[in-house]
């Protein structure tokens, strides 16, 4: 589905958000030049075969991507921006926003509807904190829509530094090492407004721990990039969110993806 531009809100930072409802001579003749044609004849055929089996590999690839249709199914409805983390998004040095919605309708927690690697963040558990559901439909949401593969779980990412900052997970996404942060807008007592100055204050308090965690990661889990995955409460939390980031330094947003998932339906086992 094609991704969101974003568009500057002029919000009062005082204000709430709506509530719910990327030239030489040529040789003399000898033995030596017929060693060195039939050197170079076998050189040319390897770099033939070689770039022809590159070639092969690669339109393989992108053609097995290019027929999976998503998102996959799974744990909930998936709307909205999905299959939108290009090769050019992933690698370019610019930051980029955005926005899908989980929907859950009435279902209860099940792991068996979850996938492989769901399954394994729920296993594995977290460094503490009640965050693990959203860690794990955090991962849901970019296997499904992204095709990630699961490579590391909280426990499991090394960094020089253990006391410093950390990460969530770490994943594959097209053959490059991603790390994602995850968080969650969400107010207590969440009938209370949802407001620009919150999500302002959430998004620079996790893209500065990126930063710092991107530094500290040890060189066998070092990523390219990061995504920032933020569970939002309501649509009115990511529209605020929205607002906010278009606020932000560039220095701050630097190169991270901020992914903001709105939930919905029973979803209240995400924030509790």
Not at 24 to 46: M, V
Not at 148 to 161: C, F, Q, S
Not at 206 to 235: F, R
Request: aromatic share 8%; hydrophobic share 35%.
């Amino acid at each position: 589905m094609p991704s969101m531009r974003v568009t500057l809100l002029l919000i009062p930072l005082a204000l709430g958000c709506p509530p719910k409802d990327d030239s030489g001579t040529p040789a003399p003749e000898g033995d030596t030049d017929t060693d060195t044609d039939t050197d170079t004849d076998t050189d040319t055929d390897a770099d033939t075969d070689a770039d022809t089996d590159a070639d092969t590999d690669a339109d393989t690839d992108a053609d097995t991507d290019a027929d999976i249709d998503v998102p996959l199914d799974g744990f909930g409805d998936l709307s909205g921006d999905c299959g939108v983390f290009s090769d050019a998004i992933l690698d370019d040095a610019a930051p980029s926003l955005f926005r899908n919605a989980l929907d859950f309708g009435q279902l209860s927690f099940d792991y068996d509807q979850l996938s492989e690697g769901g399954q394994e963040v729920y296993d594995d558990g977290n460094l503490g904190g009640s965050s693990l559901y959203s860690e794990i439909f955090s991962y849901e949401v970019l296997y499904r829509c992204e095709l990630a593969a699961l490579l590391k779980t909280e426990g499991e990412i090394t960094y020089d530094d253990e006391g410093g900052k950390k990460t969530d997970l770490l994943v594959d996404l097209d053959g490059r090492r991603i790390g994602v942060s995850v968080t969650r807008a969400y107010h207590y007592p969440p009938s209370d407004p949802y407001t620009v100055q919150l999500a302002t204050d959430l998004l620079e308090d996790k893209l500065g721990d990126i930063l710092l965690s991107s530094e500290n990661v040890a060189d066998e889990d070092a990523w390219t990039k990061q995504v920032l995955h933020v569970m939002a409460y309501e649509p009115g939390h990511a529209d605020c969110l929205q607002t906010a980031w278009e606020g932000l330094s560039t220095d701050l947003r630097a190169d991270t993806i901020v992914l903001v998932t709105v939930t919905d339906g029973a979803d209240e086992f995400v924030y509790h």
